[in-house]
């Protein structure tokens, strides 16, 4: 294989040391770099995206750092239309001749496949709201600064005779869209996680928290927390499965709920696949469950653009518990004849849109008084392995894990064995009798949504673990 | 080439002046194609490459990892630089000294068998193949969705390491599949072909997917996924079950294959992936399974061309093949250079494997495989009175510690009187992993046999994703748990 010995100067001017992006001018540049180089071909539209990503973790287990990664990517994503087809090249090879060539491989594409009657033209120029989710605090964290935190929380575990494991993770990316037609989009955000499992043999309890800005987490306060719980999860009782009263921590709700809305896709719908086919406009759930897509809420990050580069909405998909809204990418809306909303894929695609900024209504309860207000239930620090049984009843199955407690009386009384779960989300949020307020929550089965704890009654659990 | 090797021993010498007292180095270029149509239309259609170096150093007795796709002398030493950096700063909170079983250095080339190309077969022949098959589906009364996929990936990898390795890879695999999908009151049904989640993948070139002949079987499974609609529902009791063997793939990655991970055995996983209840005091000890159940990790091209097949993993460790489950005790696990003392091996089983050059390699599964047993299908069958015979995956579940599972398929048939007698929907099953294994009694001999592939295996963090091989024929199991995730109760 050929691969340049130093990539253009245009595009490597700095130094990798300290885990900078490129600066914007640069991605602009990139960009412009290849619609001038597509203007030579049959293109008669071109888009391209650019991504960045400058990302370190920290990963420790049994007490100490076991892993410690950095990565550095950039990639620039081609997209030609010619004759009526289009098709999509990715490269992360930046010098002209590479580049050159990605366009000429998505031309390739296109050409081998038939027209398609519905493509529309690129969208041109559009206005977007500003968003400022860098965090330069966050972007100039230091393995040494991760490793410190890390040691603190494995110092607490030795010290209460636990094993910790976990992450400290904190990055930056950035993504641009142009095209010929003018559109120019860019957005950069930094990120940053801390996640820890405390174990204390046979249990184990879990916290986790995420922020753009690392100063928002709290490393030592997430390991207190996982580590009293681990220690109050130690004697587990065995519970006889069935229905049961719930109180789901923020970590459960979105973990469990995030596999619904897919469902909001109007692609989804049309192809029906979706569990709100024949529903939309109905008391799906019960009335004090609202939900909307809003990428602009304080707690929610992403792009204020799609993968065409339209400008994201707000979307109101629940109100009352009547699903009223679905998003659009600008063929779906065509088809629905209705406007887009700026959540669609990079195309081409067959999936078409999905809500990724879910901010769900939340109450004026709290995790406290929703167990003092329970006689018998269940509280859950986490669900795992979830997966989709029944596609339109939207039944779900999977686990609890790292400390499920008895609620006796309004009391914690002790820890249970972990039970699995068959439950229809739609019959979930028909039962949600309390919530507390809203906050970002971030799991590890879906993506970081804005949502409330939850108290559910007749939760369905159909098994026992063996712990 | 040569350029890749001058990279990687930059990288190295980086390494080593900067206090690396061991560092090996990934080059890889990987080019992918993914073809889509749905409801008789193109649907993704995309080419794409990503080239880039990953560099693992040991500093201080402690692990760093960084990894750039600048791939300059400037931007590989810099990237070589800040591994040794991050590996200092992880001997801020390192419990013990990482120490590395013995291995001798290879210098060598290997590339995977394959008969065509796929990236020089003409995208208008695979798309008319696509076509074709979705078209054949749509034509389908009561079929309201139709997909179908085909994906192909050439990968090319250069390991050096500071021990003197240098060894080059190339690996081409296939992968391919059909779905259609029924959509009648308040059901959705589906079948897929030859299996979910995007079909069968293997290291195979365009072969493969001409093997499968999809065009063949596009009319039947839309028939099924119809025909569910109006299928019994499968009843809730305990009873005797067939797995198809695409379906016992699946069992045998969740139930065997992730259980058997020495890394996730010894903590490192606990945070994301989970533990296991194997523990280190149940090797050679925990009957695992019935005795004519033997399960093995080969990565041996002689074992298949699953998507465990290489000549070396990614720590320059050649290919093996360790008995896992052997007359139904349990024998072995799945180890690195790391972690092989910690059952009293002398050296690493051949496990390590990452996902791209961006990705740390981490213990992963190869081909895990219940090796074929002594019957043939149709005896099988004949010899059940009475029992249900699933296929085809359609959801699966385990616990963090591996013990209890649940699945779901997209079909299942009722036999009774040894025969199959009528299809049954929103089939289901469940267990307790070593308590389903022990009541395996009977496994289809090797004409039945069939290298899954899994290309969707998610493990670490960062996330990686990893394609493995599972080796099975249709199995037998009595007394199961079935129909429970349709249960009311």
């Known amino acids: 294989m050929t691969i340049a010995p130093s990539a253009p100067k245009k595009f490597s001017k700095k130094k990798l040391e300290h885990a900078e992006l490129l600066p914007q ?75 050159r060539g990605t366009i000429e491989a998505s031309l390739s594409l296109a050409h081998s496949e038939p027209r398609d009657a519905r493509l529309l033209p690129m969208p ?129 709700v979105l973990d469990l709920v995030g596999f619904l809305f897919y469902d909001f896709a109007a692609t989804a719908v049309e192809d029906k ?29 992403g792009a204020p653009f ?162 | 080439m040569m350029l890749m090797w001058d990279l990687c021993t930059n990288a190295l010498d980086t390494a080593k002046l900067r206090g690396a007292s061991y560092g090996d180095v990934r080059a890889i270029h990987l080019r992918q194609r993914d073809l889509t149509t749905k409801n008789g239309q193109v649907g993704t259609l995309a080419l794409s490459e990503s080239v880039g170096v990953g560099i693992r150093v040991l500093a201080s007795g402690a692990w760093g990892f960084a990894s750039t796709d600048r791939l300059t002398r400037d931007g590989v030493a810099a990237c070589a630089a800040q591994a040794v950096s991050i590996a200092k700063a992880s001997a801020l909170a390192n419990r013990r000294n990482v120490v590395l079983a013995p291995e001798r250095a290879y210098v060598d080339s290997w590339q995977s068998p394959f008969r065509k190309d796929p990236f020089e077969i003409p995208l208008g022949t695979q798309l008319a193949l696509l076509l074709a098959a979705d078209g054949e589906m749509r034509k389908v009364k009561g079929v309201t969705l139709t997909e179908t996929n085909m994906q192909f990936r050439k990968i090319d990898s ?21 779905g259609a999908t029924s959509f009648q009151g308040e059901e959705i049904q589906k079948r897929s072909y030859p299996n979910s989640f995007g079909g069968q993948h293997a290291l195979e070139g365009y072969e493969l997917v001409e093997s499968l ?37 699946l069992q045998i990655h969740e139930s065997i294959g992730h259980p058997i991970e020495l890394d996730r055995v010894l903590g490192q996983e606990a945070n994301f992936a989970g533990t296991s209840f194997l523990t280190l005091d149940q090797l050679n000890k925990l009957k695992y399974a019935s005795s004519i159940v033997n399960v093995v990790a080969d990565a041996r091209l002689d074992h298949g061309p699953g998507l465990g097949t290489f000549a070396y993993d990614d720590e320059g460790v050649p290919a093996q093949c360790t008995d896992i489950i052997k007359d139904g005790k349990f024998r072995g696990y799945l180890s690195n250079r790391e972690t092989a003392h910690f059952i009293g091996l002398e050296r690493s089983s051949g496990t390590m494997r990452a996902e791209s050059w961006n990705r740390l390699p981490i213990i992963r599964m190869t081909n895990v495989s219940l090796l074929p047993g002594t019957w043939d299908y149709d005896d099988l069958i004949s010899d059940t009175g009475d029992g249900i ?41 469940s267990g307790i992993t070593t308590e389903f294994w022990n009541s395996c009694d009977a496994i289809c001999k090797f004409d039945h046999w069939t290298l899954w592939g899994t290309p969707n295996c998610g493990k670490g963090q960062p996330m990686q994703t990893m394609g493995t091989g599972h080796g099975a024929a249709p199995a037998r199991f009595r007394n199961i748990r079935i129909g429970t995730a349709f249960s009311k109760q």
């Open chain 2, 213 to 249: 002949e999809l065009l063949k079987h596009a009319r039947v499974i839309a028939e099924e996924a119809a025909a569910l609609h109006a299928a019994a529902q499968c009843p809730e009791k305990f009873g005797t079950l067939i797995l198809a063997g695409n379906q016992l793939g």
């Open chain 2, 389 to 429: 015979l699933m296929d085809t995956n359609r959801s699966w579940s385990i616990d963090d510690r591996r013990y209890q599972f649940q699945f779901s398929t997209e079909i299942a048939w009722e036999i009774k009187g040894g025969k199959k007698v009528r299809m049954l929907k929103n089939p289901s099953y």
């Open chain 1, 306 to 467: 799609d993968g065409e580069g339209m400008p994201r909405q707000r979307v109101l998909l629940v109100d009352g518990g009547v699903p009223k809204n679905l998003v659009y990418s600008r063929a779906s809306a065509k088809i629905a004849r209705q406007r887009p909303t700026g959540h669609g894929f990079a195309l081409p695609n067959e999936y078409g849109e999905a809500p990724m900024n879910l901010v769900i209504g939340g109450g004026d309860s709290s995790v406290e008084k929703m167990v003092a207000s329970t006689d018998r239930g269940l509280l859950v620090t986490r669900l795992w392995y979830i997966r989709e049984v029944d596609p339109y009843e939207k039944v779900m199955t999977g686990m609890t894990r790292d400390g499920l407690f008895l609620i006796e009386n309004g009391t914690l009384t002790r820890a249970v064995r972990n039970f699995r779960f068959n439950q229809s989300l739609i019959e979930m949020l028909n039962h949600v009798e309390r919530m507390s307020p809203a906050v970002r929550a971030t799991g590890e089965e879906s993506f970081e949504m804005v949502v409330p704890a939850m108290k559910i009654g007749n939760f369905h659990f159909s098994e026992v673990t063996k712990f």
């Open chain 1, 273 to 301: 696949r979706s569990c709100l086919n024949n529903r939309m406009g109905k008391q799906l759930f019960a009335k004090n469950i609202s939900i909307s897509d809003d990428v602009y809420h304080p707690l929610q990050k």
């Open chain 2, 158 to 178: 250069w390991f050096a390491s500071s021990i003197g390795s240098r060894i080059h890879q190339r690996k081409v695999i296939s992968g391919c599949g059909i």
């Open chain 1, 25 to 99: 001018r640069d991605l602009r540049g990139i960009v412009e770099t290849v619609l001038r180089l597509a203007k030579s071909t049959v293109a008669s539209e071109t888009e391209v995206h650019v991504d960045e990503v400058a990302d370190a973790l920290t990963r420790f287990a049994n007490n100490g750092i076991h892993q410690n990664v950095f990565e550095h990517s950039l990639t620039v994503s081609v997209r030609t239309v010619t004759g009526g087809r289009t098709a999509r090249a990715t490269t992360n090879r930046l010098d002209e001749d590479s580049l």
């Open chain 1, 124 to 252: 041109g120029r559009q206005r977007y709201r500003t968003v400022d989710r860098f965090v330069k605090a966050t972007a100039a964290l230091r393995p040494e600064e991760r490793a410190r935190a890390v040691r603190l929380a494995c110092d607490l575990a030795s010290k209460k005779g636990q094993a910790a494991a976990g992450i400290f993770s904190s990055g930056q990316s950035q993504t641009t869209v142009g095209n010929s037609r003018g559109l120019f989009a860019t957005y950069r955000e930094t990120h940053s996680q801390f996640s820890i499992t405390m174990q204390e043999d046979p249990a184990a309890s879990w916290a986790k928290a995420d922020s753009a800005d690392v100063r928002e987490i709290h490393p030592q306060k997430l390991a207190e927390r996982a580590s009293k719980k681990a220690h109050l999860a130690l004697k587990t009782l065995e519970l006889a499965p069935g229905r049961y009263t719930v109180i789901l921590e923020p970590a459960a």
